[in-house]
């Protein structure tokens, strides 16, 4: 390790020629104790102590690396074609291990088990880690000159480290990715970064001149023009914002329901990105995660399916509001009018993620998890706009968060035949939805058990699976219809029975206790897999990826049904809260704005600190994260929802301004 301290491509075999000879001089200048070798030597990560706690990603010094520039005395080496020596920062990845025949060894295998946090993710250099991190791959800091490449720091590491451990029963492999190295150089702005800056602007600027013009008042002659203009207005959109008024017919607990998961899946995914991060104590962390309790991040697809129900609910209450009125559907504008509502804010992310949060920061690791993303959005975001970028893996999806976005649009595709069978023909529409219901738990448990998937982050996942059940099961409509389907039944079941149908108090007492419980088992049921003695087991794996949206999706249905006929009680007062609205109507921008916030963060880090639980809900992050979603609230989704509503006026009979029709509207807004 004293050796890989100084470690350069010093070597006779490396082939760049350039680069070996600036890395002598290095070496010859370090010896003499000059500066500039000093600060390179300085800048490369060192072997630290906690190895045993885990500490064992070092980045070294990243700024003081990229600072070191050193002008050669071109009469002393008139030998060389450049005379300049700058730093180079790269952040090699390792693999380490023990051989198989040692394992025996009761203290090699702690110590091995220590160093690497006991892995809870289990990764290798070659896995993609710009979504998932490589937890139990080693990160390390070279600062070597720019001449040299990744290709000859990556072959100079793997011939010194053969060399040291030839006798030792240490197993190792070395990946140093172009990607991951860095010099001192100001990106170039591109025509896409001034095309996306300049349309900013001028949002801003109709922002700003909407809002200026905005009196407060509307009169019925005002000009078109005038009202688009006024939509921007950020007076007027930020009562909306802040309306908290009950709607007649407003399915109130829907609000608390979305908020409470919005709020679960920001700190589970705060809890992803925290694996990126290196800390001094990562064995202590991987020790919290370990606890029994840490099941309620580990089923966090229940948390997505949440939305999915609420989205299959909103999208059948629509519809059958249209067909009660309009006896048909006009599906031509229900697709328009979806695309519409969820477009704006999705590419107004997409520009920001893909031509300005490039240039916006630094670091050891903003290669891997902003400019990565940017990289694939360049090449891949007409998929997400299309909404089919779910068919194409994680592996070089434009924001891969957004997946749900292409699941919910296709769903929502085939939901108006649906509807419509159900309103026409009830008994084939019911048999639709259970006939489709169980080929989804049929084709989820099939692909789990024969694929060896997971839904469930069980301690020990490797990344590969990750990968493997997102691009087979997770992002797939087929499979994720389930809770769709339940939402729609559930919105069509109140709609046939209120108010005509009453429960007695035993009733309503074991509807309670039957859904709660189910909704425990889905939510807490696999807890022995947060344990690191748990072995993975496909029989495991497949029952829960089949019966837990059939488990949440009951629970959900049953407190929607309840509230909706009064019988919710205490809970279903509390989810109603008028204060939820408010959070409801910037949710969709909190979905998209939270991973380039974690994303920035990781990329910036530049040291390992100390892990701490509290930082699963970090008050400056989330704050970064609410205030970044009231933005786009305010200038992107609520004016374009506006704008939509002016330029196409809807149907007088479904979105009229009257006390019954304003759930409708709240539909189209919400959903």
Not at 50 to 73: I, M, R, S, T
Not at 260 to 287: D, G, Q
Not at 467 to 478: E, G, H, K, Q, V
Not at 493 to 510: A, G, M, R, V, W
Request: charged share 20%.
């Amino acid at each position: 390790m004293t050796r890989l301290q100084v470690l350069v491509p010093s070597s006779p075999t490396t082939a760049n020629e350039l680069c070996r000879i600036h890395s002598e001089i290095f070496l010859e200048r370090l010896q003499r104790f000059d500066m500039w070798a000093l600060k390179m030597f300085d800048s490369s990560a060192k072997l630290p102590a906690g190895l045993l706690n885990g500490n064992v990603n070092q980045y070294g010094d990243f700024d003081q690396c990229l600072d070191v520039a050193e002008d050669l005395d071109p009469v002393v080496y008139s030998h060389l074609e450049d005379h300049h020596i700058a730093g180079k920062f790269c952040l090699a990845h390792l693999d380490m291990g023990v051989r198989s025949t040692t394992r025996s060894n009761p203290i090699l295998k702690e110590v091995d088990d220590l160093v690497h946090a006991h892995r809870p993710i289990i990764s290798t250099v070659n896995d993609p880690g710009h979504r998932i991190a490589r937890f139990s791959t080693v990160s390390w800091g070279f600062c070597v000159p720019v001449s040299c490449s990744a290709e000859d720091l990556e072959k100079s590491l793997i011939e010194s480290l053969e060399t040291l451990l030839k006798d030792t029963p240490v197993t190792l492999s070395v990946k140093v990715d172009p990607d991951m190295c860095y010099v001192k150089d100001l990106q170039p702005i591109t025509a896409g970064t001034k095309v996306t800056v300049a349309l900013f602007i001028f949002i801003l600027g109709l922002v700003g001149f909407g809002t200026w013009i905005d009196t407060g008042q509307r009169s019925p002659k005002e000009a078109k023009t005038v009202r688009l203009l006024k939509a921007f207005s950020l007076k007027k959109n930020f009562r909306t914002l802040l309306k908290t008024e009950n709607v007649s017919n407003d399915f109130a607990c829907l609000h608390g329901i979305r908020t409470l998961n919005a709020v679960a899946l920001i700190v589970f995914h705060k809890s992803v990105a925290l694996y990126f991060n290196p800390y001094v104590n990562r064995t202590y962390m991987a020790e919290t995660f370990s606890k029994s309790w840490s099941v309620i991040g580990r089923t966090s697809i229940i948390y997505t399916d949440s939305f999915i129900f609420i989205s299959g609910f909103l999208t059948s209450h629509s519809l059958l509001a249209e067909l009660d009125s309009n006896k048909k559907i006009n599906i031509c504008r229900k697709y328009f009018s979806r695309y519409m509502r969820i477009t704006p804010n999705l590419v107004a992310v997409i520009l920001f993620c893909t031509h300005i949060l490039n240039h916006l920061g630094s670091g050891p690791q903003w290669n891997l998890v902003v400019k990565r993303h940017s990289d694939f959005c360049q090449r891949n975001m007409w998929r997400n706009l299309l909404y089919i970028h779910n068919y194409f893996g994680f592996e070089d999806m434009c924001l891969t968060h957004t997946h749900q976005l292409a699941v919910d649009m296709q769903l929502y595709v085939v939901t108006p035949i649906l509807v419509y069978v159900l309103w026409s023909r009830r008994w084939l529409g019911l048999s639709t939805v259970v006939l489709t219901c169980t080929v989804s738990s049929i084709l989820r448990y099939a692909v789990t058990y024969d694929r060896k998937l997971s839904t469930v982050v069980y301690f020990g996942t490797p990344v590969s699976q990750f990968f493997d059940t997102a691009r087979l099961s997770y992002s797939l409509p087929t499979h994720r219809a389930s809770m769709y389907l339940f939402g729609v039944a559930v919105r069509y079941l109140i709609h046939e029975t209120k108010p005509k149908f009453s429960l007695n108090k035993i009733q309503i007492l074991t509807g309670w206790i039957v859904s709660g419980a189910m909704g425990l088992l889905a939510m807490c049921g696999p807890y022995h897999m947060s344990f690191p003695s748990y072995r993975y087991s496909p029989q495991e794996a497949a029952l829960y990826s089949a019966l837990s949206p059939i488990l949440w999706g009951a629970f959900l249905g049953w407190l929607t049904f309840a509230e909706s006929m009064g019988y919710s009680g205490i809970l279903g007062r509390a989810l109603s809260w008028k204060g939820f609205a408010v959070f409801a109507r910037i949710s969709y921008s909190v979905y998209l704005t939270q991973f380039p916030i974690f994303f920035y963060n990781v990329g910036t880090r530049r040291t390992a600190t100390s892990y701490s639980p509290h930082l699963l809900f970090e008050v400056g992050e989330v704050a970064s994260i609410i205030l970044a979603s009231i933005l786009l609230t305010l200038v992107i989704d609520l004016p374009f929802q506006e704008v939509k509503k002016i330029l196409w006026k809807e149907e007088p009979r479904i979105f009229q301004e009257t006390k019954e029709s304003k759930s409708q509207e709240y539909v189209t807004e919400s959903n």
